[in-house]
Nanobody
Framework: QVQLVESGGGLVQAGGSLRLSCAAS????????MGWFRQVPGKEREFVTA????????QYADSVKGRFTISRDNAKNTVYLQMNSLKPEDTAVYYC???????????????WGQGTQVTVSS
């Protein structure tokens, strides 16, 4: 059974930083693309960033480019999202996701975590 468990969310002031983690189990982690998405109530889930199975390729949404960094540790079956210079508009529930394909589209991801809340106060 595949499990993705996010952690590291919380409340931070604008300009601050947070580091999210997503621990995976039940899959061959090093074979999967890992993505981070976010969602606010009433809106569709939004792509944030993705990293290929080897870590050699990454992609970012324009809204987070230069502020967020995705990384992975295949030995620990964990993907990370370092978020710097946070803005109130980054407030959302952040989800990690896994799939064998490399995609920015949420519906192409097979496995999802339960999400972690990130709140950025102004």
């Amino acid at each position: 059974q595949v499990q993705l468990v996010e952690s590291g969310g919380g409340l931070v002031q604008a300009g601050g930083s947070l580091r999210l983690s997503c621990a995976a189990s039940g899959l061959t982690f090093s074979s999967y693309t890992m993505g981070w998405f976010r969602q606010v109530p009433g809106k569709e889930r939004e792509f944030v960033t993705a990293i290929s199975w080897s870590g050699s390729s990454t992609q970012y949404a324009d809204s987070v480019k230069g502020r967020f960094t995705i990384s992975r540790d295949n030995a620990k079956n964990t993907v990370y999202l370092q978020m710097n210079s946070l803005k109130p508009e980054d407030t959302a529930v952040y989800y990690c996701a896994a799939d064998r394909s490399y995609s920015v589209i949420a519906r192409f991801y097979n496995y999802w975590g339960q999400g972690t809340q990130v709140t950025v106060s102004s």
